[in-house]
């Protein structure tokens, strides 16, 4: 594991976390770019949020996750789960928006 990479958005246009890493450099390796590989596995924090955050992941993030065994087939079948810093989340399936400060850690 690398040590967290702050990504500050204010101010900027959405984007996931995987065009933050080409336009930064970041050394963060990934093959497809479409979510279908899992190369891009990553964990996620928000270090300024004190509530709890729940996100949805789409059917392809949940299936590519699953096939790599980084969620249960429980968490696979939920609708929404709960974002903290133990669950994985594909890269280029995270949308930062404008007013987040996510750590990441690969």
């Known amino acids: 594991m690398t ?7 204010s101010g900027m246009p959405a984007r996931t976390i995987t065009e933050w890493v080409r336009e930064y450099t970041l050394p963060l390796y990934w093959r497809c770019g479409h979510g279908t590989c899992g190369a891009c596995a990553v964990h996620i924090r928000y270090p300024e949020e004190q509530e709890e955050r729940w996100v949805t992941l789409s059917g392809k993030e949940k299936n590519v996750l699953l096939r790599h065994k980084l969620i249960t087939p429980e968490a696979h079948a939920l609708t929404t789960i709960k974002q903290t810093p133990a669950i994985w989340r594909l890269a280029c399936h995270v949308l930062v928006a404008p007013e987040d400060k996510i750590e990441v850690i690969w």
């Open 3 to 9: 040590s967290p990479h702050l990504i500050d958005q």
